[in-house]
Nanobody
Framework: QVQLVESGGGLVQAGGSLRLSCAAS????????MGWFRQAPGNERKFVAA??????GIYYADSVKGRFTISRDRNTVYLQMNNLKPEDTAVYYC????????????????????WGKGTLVTVSS
């Protein structure tokens, strides 16, 4: 069993930066791919970034490449978000487990086993 707790959301002006954290607890967290999805009001949840614990493979959605950086340190995954835009406004959810498949415009991450409760990021114009 893995528990995920996000932190670091807030209100920032366009062009600003935020860093999200996701702390994992439980006995098997280091076996999983971990990362982030986001869901804007009225929209479906979308993939943002993921990091594979064992291979250190890193994956990004095309919309955040060059602006967001995912990293890990022991049981915590971070998402450094720079040059934020109003369209980045969403609830950001940490996830763990599953498989990331590449080949299309964006990686596809499916089969996640665990989710955090989410943290709100609001970017004002």
């Amino acid at each position: 069993q893995v528990q995920l707790v996000e932190s670091g959301g807030g209100l920032v002006q366009a062009g600003g930066s935020l860093r999200l954290s996701c702390a994992a607890s439980g006995s098997t967290w280091n076996r999983y791919t971990m990362g982030w999805f986001r869901q804007a009001p009225g929209n479906e949840r979308k993939f943002v970034a993921a990091i594979n614990w064992s291979t250190s493979g890193i994956y990004y959605a095309d919309s955040v490449k060059g602006r967001f950086t995912i990293s890990r340190d022991r049981n915590t995954v971070y998402l450094q978000m720079n040059n934020l835009k109003p369209e980045d406004t969403a609830v950001y959810y940490c996830a763990a487990g599953g498989t990331v498949v590449t080949g299309g415009r964006d990686p596809v991450w499916y089969g996640m086993n665990y989710w955090g409760k989410g943290t709100l990021v609001t970017v004002s114009s």
